[in-house]
């Protein structure tokens, strides 16, 4: 208990960070204080509140916030990264005008050029200057040798006041200065500046967030991989696995979505069906009518399912049986002989490595699942995250097919996925063992995906 308060009192404060952050670059930096800053302030809480308020509702059936809460969780994130990156460009004008400023402050005015015949000294044995006339032109001494004094007004006239100078843009203040006291450059450039990069990080974002609604939301990608393995026989060469993860049934996708996936899969007429991990946000009663289709899946030797971590969210043991009712075998550390062909492949399954400690179902065993097996045969292990694959190449796993990171689904998100798995996207291998990561068909959270399409693969399996 102590360390999920910890862990939702850490989400709170970088989220409450975050629009804090935004608030400054986009509201503080580019308005005057007044009713118009004020306002940004209400709707930066607002925004803020509205973040863990749709991850907690949506989890309690208030689907209704899905949309907005999400959309502004991906407009956050660009809007974020965005103006991170032109800190630097924005801090190099910044430096340059303010050494323009100094510069032109060193400089100092260009002196008045002296008229012919002024006088600009007293008379010798005179401490007082010689004063100059109202009309600026020089006055002959008296006999006194006192200085003239200034005729007309000039004389009772006070000296302008200049206290307005220094603040052009009538902003509430004194300009920006640096350590020695020198004033920054011109407030109003700093405005124009300020706002020329909130107007460019506003529209980008905005532009990205509805290109990555449209690959979202749209039909998945469908990905053909041709994967050698030195043990399949030459009987079974071309054997095809049509490979989905990541459905995620939930607040923002529905039957609809499942009908697609199951009608793009069963035109591919593929040998076999695996489902890795991650088909729904959800309990059965909540999405057991979207998950129906399932059962219209179509191969040659059957389909197969193994757990994601998010089943583990939304009930496993009932959608194990479930998933099981619509017709897929569910693989829990165990595997399945697939003869085809006149050949043999072993195909294992490990349930998702979230299962441990939860209580709700057995942890990932690749012993159950590996071990006793003909090493001569080919071994092809679902596993639903690629991490797996560090302990799958333990038991001389020849290809692991998994899901879980979704490619990324947000760039540049990929990158920091890329710190907890060995692949994020695509063929790669981990010590030894051969991994394939697809995309996932559906998405997480924000109903966004950019750089990382939705992917249905169709895997081909070839002999040596």
Same mark, same amino acid.
């Given at each position: ?104 402050t060193a400089a100092g005015p260009e ?19 010689? +004063? ?32 307005? !100078?220094? =603040? ?6 004194? /300009? ?6 020198? /004033? ?34 749209? /039909? ?8 050698p393995l030195a043990k399949l026989p ?61 059962? !219209? ?35 829990? =550390? ?16 490990? =349930? !998702?490595?979230? +299962? ?109």
């Open positions: 208990m102590l360390a999920m308060a910890t862990f939702v009192g850490f989400v709170v404060l970088v989220i409450g960070l975050i629009h804090f952050y935004l608030w400054k670059r986009l509201v503080r930096d580019t308005t005057r204080p007044g009713r118009g800053r004020r306002a940004g302030a209400v709707v930066a809480i607002l925004l803020a509140l509205l973040v863990p308020a749709t991850m907690a509702g949506t989890q309690n059936g208030f689907y209704w916030l899905a949309w907005p809460g999400y959309l502004w969780l991906a407009l956050m994130f660009y809007l974020l990264v965005l103006l991170l990156v032109l800190e630097v460009p924005t801090a190099v004008v910044r430096l340059v005008l303010r050494r323009r400023a100094r510069t032109a002196p008045e050029p002296a008229l012919a015949g002024a006088s600009t000294s007293a008379r010798p044995g005179d401490a007082r200057p010689t +004063a100059l006339t109202g009309d600026a032109r020089p006055t002959a001494l008296t006999g006194d040798a006192r200085p003239t004094a200034l005729t007309g007004d000039a004389a009772d006239s006070p000296p302008p006041d200049h206290s307005d !100078d220094a =603040n052009p843009t009538g902003d509430a203040g004194d /300009p920006p200065t640096d350590a020695a006291g020198t /004033p920054d450059h011109d407030p109003s450039r700093r405005l124009l500046l300020a706002r020329g990069a909130a107007i460019f990080a506003g529209l980008t974002a905005a532009g990205v967030t509805g290109y990555g609604v449209r690959t979202a939301m749209g /039909p998945p990608r469908l990905d053909r991989v041709r994967i030459r009987s079974m060469d071309g054997l095809r696995i049509a490979t989905v993860s990541d459905i995620h049934l939930g607040p923002l996708r529905g039957r609809a979505h499942t009908e697609r996936i199951v009608a793009m899969i069963n035109r591919l007429d593929a040998d076999l069906v695996a489902v890795v991990g991650d088909l729904v946000d959800g309990s059965v009663a909540e999405l057991g009518t979207a998950a129906e289709p399932l059962r !219209d899946l179509r191969s040659r030797y059957g389909s197969f399912f193994v757990t994601g971590n998010h089943e583990y969210y939304s009930g496993v043991e009932e959608w194990v049986r479930e998933v099981d009712r619509l017709g897929l075998r569910v693989l829990q =550390n165990e595997r399945q002989e697939i003869r085809a062909r006149g050949g043999v492949l072993d195909l294992a399954g490990v =349930n !998702d490595v979230t +299962a441990a400690g939860t209580g709700l179902a057995a942890p990932a065993d690749y012993a159950a699942a590996l071990a006793d097996r003909d090493p001569s045969r080919p071994v092809v292990l679902l596993a639903h995250q690629p991490v797996a694959a560090h302990e799958a190449a333990k038991f001389g796993v020849d290809l692991q097919l998994s899901g879980h990171t979704h490619g990324g689904q947000m760039v540049p998100f990929n990158l920091a996925v890329k710190l907890q798995q060995p692949v994020v996207s695509g063929l790669g291998e981990v010590d030894g063992t051969k991994v394939y990561v697809t995309n996932g068909a559906g998405f997480w959270g924000p109903p966004v995906r950019v750089g990382a399409p939705p992917q249905v693969t169709l895997v081909e399996l070839r002999s040596p």
